[in-house]
């Protein structure tokens, strides 16, 4: 069972599972997070054998006024599915965050480091790791990280339609992170389902970062968007701090994840973001 269709990573999941008879797929019409009833109804009606949680509440400056919304899908709700999985004994796939780190240490994050979020939105993704961790046995909770695609709204989306009207932007280049699309992490998710078919409860399980190989600024990102998307003219961008970008919520400045406890347990990582962000603008060109 895979739930947040219509987010970004539960699109491209539903892509790849698209011919597949045995996966259920919802939205909020069918199951909505922020009412654990109709979570438990719609499980114990789905009885899964893998449930996939791409869903989440993703507005990081409007979950500073909207706490406890934000709460309900990001925090309670996962510890709902953690129950329901550990009662049907069913592996729960959980997608969280580099916001639950507040982006003070030099380096690379590591699972083994102590969480500490700057904000509403980082905050209730670390509750919901801490509620799935605390109510399932079989779980895998995937830390990523500036996800983007060809569907839905993301920053790549956003800069080639500003870059389209405006000659000059302003972008931050004081944020460091690894920009991973949502095409490569349902990729990576199914590869380590298939596994789970494979081999039951020796999966290795637990917390583990999965983002793209190596890191850029937001600045950064936004050149390699533009000359990836070819534009001409294109527009000139300047890079600026956090400060002179203000915004609700603050944002980590190192968003950079280590992958090498995932690639140890499981064999293989994901793709440079240089590598990601090509394979994303093909597949924009090749769907027009």
């Known amino acids: 069972m895979i739930l947040g269709k219509n987010g970004q990573v539960g699109y491209e999941l539903a892509r790849l599972y698209s011919a597949r008879e045995d996966v259920v797929v919802t939205g909020r019409e069918e199951c909505d997070l922020a009412s654990p009833e109709s979570i438990r109804a719609w499980v114990r009606q789905v009885k899964p054998a893998v449930i996939i949680n791409a ?16 709460f309900a899908v990001n925090a309670v709700a996962p510890g709902v599915l953690a129950e329901e999985a550990s009662r049907l004994h069913a592996l729960l796939v959980h997608y969280s965050t580099d916001y639950v780190f507040d ?20 905050s ?4 919901g790791e801490a509620a799935v961790a605390q109510h399932s ?24 339609r500003l870059g389209s009207e405006r000659p000059e932007l302003k972008v931050v280049d004081d944020q460091v992170g690894a920009p991973t699309s949502a095409a490569a992490i349902a990729a990576a998710t199914v590869r380590l389902v298939d596994e789970y078919d494979a081999i039951g409860a020796q999966m290795p399980v637990g917390i583990y970062h999965m983002t793209a190989g190596g890191s850029t600024s937001w600045f950064g990102f936004a050149r390699n968007i ?11 961008v300047h890079a600026i701090t956090s400060s002179e970008y203000p915004a609700a919520a603050r944002r980590p400045a190192n968003s950079v994840l280590s992958n090498d406890k995932f690639a140890h347990a499981f064999g293989f990582r994901l793709p440079g973001w240089h590598e990601q962000l090509q394979q994303v603008m093909a597949a924009m060109r090749t769907a027009g």
């Open 55 to 70: 869903a989440a509440y993703t507005a990081v400056d409007l979950a500073e006024k909207e706490r406890d919304l934000c």
């Open 103 to 122: 982006g003070e240490k030099e380096g690379p994050y590591v699972e083994a480091d102590p969480v500490c979020p700057l904000g509403v939105y980082g």
């Open 124 to 127: 209730s993704k670390a509750a």
């Open 137 to 160: 046995e079989q779980y895998l909770t995937l830390r990523t990280s500036w996800v983007y695609g060809a569907y839905g709204r993301n920053f790549l989306k956003t800069m080639l």
């Open 226 to 236: 533009f000359n990836a998307a070819q534009l001409d003219p294109r527009p000139h």
